[in-house]
């Protein structure tokens, strides 16, 4: 578990305080049911299994009140605005959002087994309880309330099975019904589902609607109960649990009286549901704007281009948008990043044929390229655009970048950026150099990109920059006769994959090496190093960003930052 959060970023720090909270209110509320006095008649019917259930409740409280917060992009977006003067390492925090979100749900689900486990030993000694024909404490308190509202065993008949009241009940029902939900919406969200079967996490997930309003109206049945004050008063628990027989007929030991505590979880999620409708109601009013799409491009290895304007739409480098196309599908939402510059006058993504939904799409819109046709082309709805680690590009004085496959579309944004900036200013951005990575396994995948960096090349040459852009391409996979061609035009000036004066390498980049050298280069400089690509890619190149990082305070840094969606 130490690994993974290290590999995805979460700061030791952030975890600290996340688990301390966890372990406090566990033990607290632990104590509390185990040892207050207004649960003591509760203790002696169901012992310790009352605490054991009470305490991952409050456990659970607080992580639902969490869940929903990471996910909330309008928020992020603002708070990473709202820390723009804020250092790289804490707003680096914000773009871990997923990762901690997984994490606050692998707890809710811990909690939500030991709070099952518990509770079910609780209803089977409630209703051993209840059935008991003895004079035992137990027994006799089962009894209690038989016809008032004063009980404390919620199995109110002897006919009664644990079974009969978990499906029958409201805190039994409710309870089935959200532990299914949670079921569903965790092994829906693994890696694999996700990236074959995309709808089903999709539309699963959306099962979160059910959880909350299960958790919410969980608690008003009372179950737990706890004997009232008044009770407690005229009722002395030490001085009268040995004559339960004479209870009612001594004026000293009256027979107990009970009740439910308040229902407590509507109070811990309340604002993060209203915060998480308001997000809502948010990307609903951004979705029903009209976009316009001015230009749709197929490119090689099935890369679908589309350039749109939407009126009011403003965007930074590296930033992402939600898409729709409601004549493919009404529901489903898909994140693209942004691969045009916030200086251009319209905004543009570019979608890999990889699934049904951007099958779909090339369907729609890879055919319907002409002016004359625009009108035919389908309605689609855009919500965002929301921020990403990318937009700190700027805020170092070296950034490397690292793009695999279709995952350069971030970089295709800051190199355009870049480009305007020195364009339309004499000072340029604070950044004064870029290392610029991109693996490919096919030749076809560096066609359309070639373009982007051919023009920045020949433009920082114009103004004797020529050192400010370094990049490296690789490819990784290629046939017998591609490679009999590129050996044959290996002399020529530029590259035969690309067209571009840095030839092409084959194989993958030997990081260590590349991050020796960038050390080197730069000494005394905090570097940013930024990745679009899978997860074993960002294992490696996190390894690297702290084997190569100074321990000295005034040493070489290299901060690494991996895109999230």
Not at 291 to 316: R, Y
Not at 365 to 384: H, S, T, W, Y
Not at 513 to 539: D, N, R, S, Y
Request: proline share 4%.
């Amino acid at each position: 578990m130490s690994n993974w959060l290290i590999n995805h970023g979460l700061s030791a720090l952030v975890i600290v305080v996340w688990l301390g909270i966890n372990i406090f209110l566990f033990v607290y509320y632990y104590m509390l049911y185990e040892y207050n006095p207004e649960y003591y008649y509760t203790r002696k019917i169901i012992g310790s299994a009352l605490a054991w259930a009470r305490a991952p409740a409050a456990c659970l409280n607080f992580n639902c009140l969490l869940i929903l917060l990471p996910v909330c992009r309008n928020l992020l977006t603002f708070l990473r605005g709202s820390c723009s003067c804020c250092r790289c390492s804490a707003r680096k925090q914000l773009d871990k959002n997923i990762t901690f979100h997984k994490l606050v749900a692998y707890m809710i689900a811990l909690h939500t087994v030991i709070h099952i486990v518990a509770h079910l030993l609780n209803f089977e000694w409630f209703n051993n309880s209840r059935q008991s024909r003895e004079q035992t404490l137990d027994a006799v308190l089962s009894r209690i309330g038989d016809n008032t509202s004063g009980w404390l065993n919620p199995i109110r008949s002897d006919e009664t099975t644990p079974s009969y009241v978990a499906f029958t009940s409201v805190a039994g029902l409710t309870g089935v019904i959200i532990t299914l939900a949670l079921i569903l919406m965790i092994t829906s969200s693994t890696d694999t589902i996700r990236r074959s079967y995309f709808e089903v996490f999709w539309f699963t997930h959306h099962l979160f609607v059910i959880f909350f309003a299960g958790l919410v109206i969980h608690g008003i049945g009372r179950i737990v109960r706890h004997q009232t004050d008044a009770s407690m008063e005229v009722h002395e628990y030490m001085k009268c649990q040995n004559r339960s027989a004479d209870w009612g007929n001594i004026d000293e030991c009256p027979v107990p009286s009970f009740e439910g505590g308040a229902p407590m979880t509507w109070q811990w999620v309340l604002g993060p549901m209203i915060l998480y409708v308001c997000e809502r109601l948010i990307r609903l009013y951004r979705s029903q704007q009209r976009v316009v799409i001015t230009k749709a491009v197929v490119h090689p290895s099935k890369v679908l281009e589309l350039q749109m304007q939407k009126k009011g739409f403003k965007m930074e480098v590296g930033q992402y948008i939600f898409i729709n196309c409601p004549s493919i599908s009404q529901l489903e939402w898909h994140p693209f990043t942004l691969t045009s510059a916030p200086e251009e006058d319209y905004f543009s993504v570019h979608i890999r044929s990889a699934g049904d939904w951007t099958d779909g799409m090339f369907e729609a819109f890879g055919e319907n390229k002409a002016e004359a046709v625009k009108q035919m082309q389908p309605r689609i709805a855009v919500d965002g655009p929301f921020g990403t680690a990318s937009e700190d590009v700027f805020h170092y004085e070296v950034s490397v970048l690292v793009g695999a496959g279709i995952g350069v579309t971030p970089f295709a944004s800051v190199l355009k950026s870049i480009w305007y900036k020195y364009e339309n200013s004499d000072a340029g951005p604070l950044t004064k150099k870029i290392y610029f990575f991109w693996i490919c396994r096919e030749t076809q995948a560096f066609e359309w990109f070639a373009d982007v960096l051919r023009s920045l090349e020949n433009h920082m040459e114009q103004l004797g920059k020529h050192n400010f852009l370094s990049y490296k391409l690789y490819l990784t996979g290629w046939d017998s006769t591609q490679a009999t061609h590129i050996k044959v035009h290996f002399d020529k000036e530029t590259d035969v994959v690309t067209g571009l004066k840095q030839k092409t390498h084959y194989g993958r980049p030997n990081w260590d090496k590349e991050f020796q050298i960038i050390a080197q280069a730069h000494p005394k400089t905090t570097i940013g190093v930024f990745l679009c690509g899978p997860q074993p890619l960002a294992k490696a190149l996190e390894q690297c960003s702290g084997k190569y990082s100074e321990v000295n305070p005034l040493g070489v840094h290299f901060h690494f930052n991996k895109e999230n969606f």
